[in-house]
């Protein structure tokens, strides 16, 4: 059965980092990280497709990492630098378009998703 697991998710003060990883038991060729707020919709943060293609949302550039670890079959997300407004719960997801880095802000573009884990930056 396919699965994805996050983890990683906790209370930070900002400028903090976290570290959120996705562990997957399938092969997937498009993993994303989503947030989303409560009560708005759930936005794409990062994407990474094929072995290094990978694509931010403005806002965390240059904060956010996104990358994938083949030997442990995780996906991570290292969160430096972090906000107020980057507080969420975060998905992973995958997709198998191939154009999913050009897409990777829509979630109807994802078809697996994991169950989220949440991220809370407060002073």
């Known amino acids: 059965q396919a699965r994805l697991v996050e983890s990683g998710g906790g209370s930070v003060q900002p400028g903090g980092t976290l570290k959120l990883s996705c562990k997957y038991n399938?092969?997937?060729?498009?993993m994303a990280w989503f947030r989303q707020i409560l009560g708005k919709e759930r936005e794409g943060v990062a994407v990474?497709?094929?072995?290094?293609?990978?694509r931010y949302i403005d806002s965390v550039k240059g904060r956010f990492t996104i990358s994938k670890d083949n030997d442990k079959f995780t996906l991570d997300l290292q969160m430096n630098n972090l906000k107020p407004e980057d507080t969420a719960m975060y998905y992973c997801?995958?997709?198998?378009?191939?154009?999913?880095?050009?897409?990777?802000?829509?979630?109807?573009?994802?078809?697996?998703w994991g169950q989220g884990t949440q991220v809370t930056v407060s002073s």
């Open positions: 997801a995958t997709s198998s378009r191939p154009d999913c880095t050009s897409v990777f802000r829509d979630p109807t573009s994802f078809d697996r």
């Open positions: 399938y092969s997937t060729y498009c």
């Open positions: 990474l497709a094929g072995v290094r293609a990978t």
